[in-house]
């Protein structure tokens, strides 16, 4: 069952505001902490064991300017994240958004040098019944460097944009944290199309199978479709505003060279969103063929009970009247009256059948 049906209780409710409160599910593993140095010429990348590591300096002697991006796997441990907050200086609000996993997704500027935006990423539990449940995933920009936080998972999500630095000097070397930090939501937008695509095969699957006669089966996962695929709208609807006001804000962090890539972003979340209500337009759509289904389904099932018992009528007139206990009815002495009746009943019977098919009824 999905996280969200499992609320977790506030714990950060009632107490003052910045106070560093984990929101969220119960995690028992500890905090991953990874720092990842490079520029055009040399990359590196170290897991720090022990939180004095930052107090290193973030130019190291010998090498040319740097954009260094801290990510952090866990936000479930106040002590690290106040520790990473602390040497960052961030502010306490800040703080409490990244560990409070229900914050809505937001942009939202400390000054001209810090940052912060939060999103959600979509997983899915379960491929097989579309089960969504979403990670909190935030994001810390700064003059050169860059602070991600995400929930402690079995599988990094950001792993694709560590193995673009470690191959080669691409545009991600080249550019800013500005630039990684476009990366890095690039990753999390196209896990959004790649979850539609099973949604949209779902879809297909389900629409075969009510056009061949399904039976209530089909209605059931038609409803947990539009159930999943709203949530889904409600996590990344917030994302096109977001992007927007990236682009819009003119912020000292973001570089003009970087911002037609945040443009291409905000027209891929802008097609996801669409795509996300094809599909509820098309869930409606099927739910409605369904239901015309069944509906058309019953009258045939009525126009035949009529039609049987149209021919039945008759007949069981005719059986009524020589039901009757008179005493003087010729017919009954006639000596070929029981084969004559049912002559006259199966004619009846073969005419009226005739006659409903000559219709087009049957």
Sequence with gaps: MSRRRNRSKRKNLLTSPGTLTYVGPEIELHTHLKRVRYNEHFQ??????NLTAFTEPDH?????PHVTWLDVDGIHEPKVIEQVGQYYRLHPLLLEDIMNTEQKPK??????????????????????????????????????????????RTGDIFVPVIERLKASVGKTRRHGADYLLFALMDVVVDNYFLILEKFGEQLDALEDSIISGAGQESLSELYTLKRELTFARRLIWPLRDIINQLIRDDSPLISPQVLPYFRDLYDHSMQAIETIDAYRELVASLVEVHLSTLSNRMNEVMKTLTIFSAIFMP?????????????????????????????????ITIGLARYFKWKKWM
């Design 44 to 49: 590196e990348e170290k897991i720090i064991h």
């Design 60 to 64: 190291p002697s010998g090498k040319q």
């Design 107 to 152: 942009v939202e500027a400390y000054d001209d040098q810090r940052l912060f935006v939060t999103l959600k990423m979509l997983h899915l539990d379960n491929p097989n019944t579309l089960d969504l449940n979403f990670e909190h995933v935030s994001f810390v920009l700064g003059p050169r460097y860059l602070l991600s936080f995400q929930e402690e």
């Design 315 to 347: 007949l069981t007139f005719i059986v009524g009247v020589y039901g009757m206990n008179f005493d003087y009815m010729p017919e009954l002495r006639a000596r070929y009256g029981y084969f004559v009746v049912w002559g006259v009943m199966v004619a």
